[in-house]
Nanobody, 120 residues
Framework: QVQLVESGGGLVQAGGSLRLSCAAS????????MGWYRQAPGKQREMVAI???????TYADSVKGRFTISGDNAKNTVYLQMNSLKPEDTAVYYCWMMVVTTTQKKSDYWGQGTQVTVSS
């Protein structure tokens, strides 16, 4: 099995920065894609940023120019650098990875979520 453990959430004032990390462990053969999603109270989970094959990135329009996703496949870790945070960025942030296990099965895995709160 595969486990994803997130860290780095917290409370920050508007305009501040936070860096989220998510490390995967377990029966990993390869990781095809990594990403971050978020869910605010009363809203659906939405994609924030995705990185594919360690290079191709996609961002939600609402975070372009402020957030940067990066991945370290050697460490099975994905990061999200969040700058110029706004109150509307407040949400639970979940990391996601598309993992090929050592048994050659490809599946989606999710972290447990980390709270990010931006005060005005």
């Amino acid at each position: 099995q595969v486990q994803l453990v997130e860290s780095g959430g917290g409370l920050v004032q508007a305009g501040g920065s936070l860096r989220l990390s998510c490390a995967a462990s377990g029966s990993i053969f390869s990781i095809d894609a990594m990403g971050w999603y978020r869910q605010a109270p009363g809203k659906q989970r939405e994609m924030v940023a995705i990185i594919v094959s360690g290079a191709r990135t996609t961002y939600a329009d609402s975070v372009k120019g402020r957030f940067t996703i990066s991945g370290d496949n050697a460490k099975n870790t994905v990061y999200l650098q969040m700058n110029s945070l706004k109150p509307e960025d407040t949400a639970v942030y979940y990391c996601w990875m598309m993992v090929v296990t050592t048994t050659q099965k490809k599946s989606d895995y999710w972290g447990q979520g980390t709270q990010v709160t931006v005060s005005s």
